[in-house]
């Protein structure tokens, strides 16, 4: 088996894919590399696995370099199958290992590989682990790109196994990025254009934790190893993720009936203020609609917000949204949203309304048919107020609203 060593007792023992490789509803033609690492200490670790279809060819190769039932740990950054695809066929084998991940990800590989059976560690950010002669830290990085996401860092080799963060997706034969004369940005920026950027917000609180660390060599799982400059790449993905000015700006109508819908409203703007993403906000009770239509006009963003009594809209929030269609909404975004006790029917009758007038109306179907993230919804209900419960979804919301008007 070939085996690449990368560092004292640390092997790359992946897959390259040569293959035009389906992948969130794309064809990567440049194929992609499944990165497993092999850290032979004392109580020997495997940092991730390989593709689901590469299993049993993986578990063979690796039996070739090491006694399975040697593996004391496996560390699954990430659960999604090109990362952990390999776990059932080396769990099987690797009977004295025990799974180290994070708390959802626990339930997500019992149920994907049938390891209801297994012993698991869960990790939270700043958790070590002693694996004989070398020490792992974990670091979660939640939504990058789904929930259940960490990276590891080993502290005495000072490398960082970043997951899909810092990923490019090329069967590269080389490994490292300074063994190519390629320029490899361009592929580089790629990746994060499409599984990163979506998410930046937490690419921001990503670069924040890694940049206390004194890393030398970052290792991610899908294509080059860097081995030099790994700041340069983590100071890539902090300038790409940042806010970037706008001259775009919001808009937030709102009716509310007890207030619990103007404190929403409110925190919008609070929110996008924090961006520097200029907003207004208006009261459609108290000012014309004719005003109204001319905010309306000079907005990217518009967020359509209605308290609930007796399953219906209060104030006169429906005059207005029936003045919609003689409304130009090209290019324009809509939000529904709204405060309710029981059920919330006027939230989603905003919904229609805004889906009728044609203008792009967001919604949760589409979120995660183009993100894959499936705790942003809309319309954002939010059961009487803004509390610790319902908090982190509206915050998830609003985070996927931002992008969208600085991506436009
Ligand atoms: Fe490399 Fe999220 O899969």
């Not at 399953?311 to 006169?316: E, F, I, S």
Request: aromatic content about 10%; overall charge negative; charged content about 25%.
């Amino acid at each position: 088996m070939k085996t690449i060593k990368l560092n004292d007792n640390t092997f790359w023992v992946g897959k390259i894919d040569n293959r035009d490789v389906p992948f969130h509803r794309l064809t990567l033609t440049k194929g992609t590399t499944y990165n497993s690492y092999l850290i032979k200490t004392e109580k020997p670790t495997i940092i991730d696995t390989v593709d689901f279809a590469f299993g049993k060819e993986y578990v063979d190769n690796l039996e070739q370099i090491i006694d399975l039932m040697e593996i004391r740990y496996i560390v699954i950054n990430h659960s999604e199958p090109d990362h952990s695809g390999g776990l059932r066929a080396l769990a099987s084998k690797a009977k004295n290992a025990v799974i180290v991940c994070t708390e959802p990800a626990v339930y997500e590989l019992k149920e994907m590989y049938k390891l209801h059976d297994r012993e698991f560690l869960t990790v939270r950010t700043g958790d070590t682990l002693d694996i004989g002669g070398k020490t792992l830290e974990f670091y979660v990085t939640p939504y990058l790109h789904t929930e259940e996401t960490m990276v590891t860092y080993c502290d005495e080799d000072r490398t960082l196994y970043s997951c899909d963060i810092f990923s490019t997706h090329i069967a590269n034969e080389n490994y490292f990025a300074d063994m190519t004369d390629e320029d490899i940005l361009e592929d580089f920026k790629v990746y994060y254009q499409l599984i990163m950027h979506p998410h930046r917000l937490y690419v921001q609180d990503m670069v924040k934790i890694i940049s206390k660390l004194d890393i030398k060599v970052i290792a991610p799982s899908h294509g080059y190893i860097f081995r030099e400059n790994a700041k340069n790449y983590i100071n890539l993905y902090d300038e790409m993720s940042k806010d970037t000015p706008t001259n775009k700006k919001g808009l937030v109508l709102y009716s509310s009936l007890t207030g619990n819908t103007k404190k929403i409203s409110q925190e919008i703007k609070k929110i996008y203020d924090a961006h520097l993403i200029d907003i207004d906000i208006i009261d459609v009770n108290k000012v014309a609609i004719e005003d109204i239509k001319k905010a309306i006009e000079v907005a990217t963003i518009i967020f359509f917000g209605t308290s609930s009594k007796y399953a219906d809209m209060v104030g006169t929030l429906e005059d207005l949204l029936k003045e919609l269609p003689n409304i130009n909404l090209d290019n324009k975004i809509g939000v529904a949203f709204g405060s309710f006790g029981w059920s919330g029917e006027p939230i989603e009758i905003v919904q229609d309304y805004l889906i009728k007038s044609g203008v792009k109306t967001l919604n949760t179907s589409e979120v995660i048919k183009t993100t894959g993230m499936i705790d942003v919804k809309f319309p954002i209900r939010v059961r009487f107020s803004l509390n610790d419960n319902n908090r982190h979804e509206f915050d998830r919301a609003l985070n996927y609203t931002i992008d969208l008007v600085t991506g436009l």
